[in-house]
Nanobody, 126 residues
């Protein structure tokens, strides 16, 4: 079992940056692959980025590749999402998630995750 709490969201102008954090409970944080998803009003929750349990493998949605960076610090039980060159279309509630699965395919799907945080709002103004 794991509990997740996101933070770091806020309002930023287009072209700016934000760093999201996800604090995870438990002493087995390093055993979970982690992901970031986002959901805009009226839209489905979509995959943003994922990282393997060791941090050795990362995956990104095409829409954020080259702008976002996912990382984790297992010693601090924390997941990060560094978001640069933000665009208005990045506006959404961002959720972190954890899964014991290791398949890259499942890590890019919402149903592949077992635990979710409460979400943090990111708003990018033009």
């Amino acid at each position: 079992q794991v509990q997740l709490v996101e933070s770091g969201g806020g309002l930023v102008q287009a072209g700016g940056s934000l760093r999201l954090s996800c604090a995870a409970s438990g002493r087995t944080f390093g055993s979970y692959a982690m992901g970031w998803f986002r959901q805009a009003p009226g839209k489905e929750r979509e995959f943003v980025a994922a990282i393997s349990w060791s941090g050795g493998s990362t995956y990104f949605a095409d829409s954020v590749k080259g702008r976002f960076t996912i990382s984790r610090d297992n010693a601090k039980n924390t997941l990060y999402l560094q978001m640069n060159s933000l665009k208005p279309e990045d506006t959404a509630v961002y959720y972190c998630a954890a899964t014991y699965r290791t398949s890259p395919a499942t890590m890019m799907r919402r149903y592949g995750y077992d635990y979710w945080g409460q979400g943090t709002q990111v708003t990018v103004s033009s």
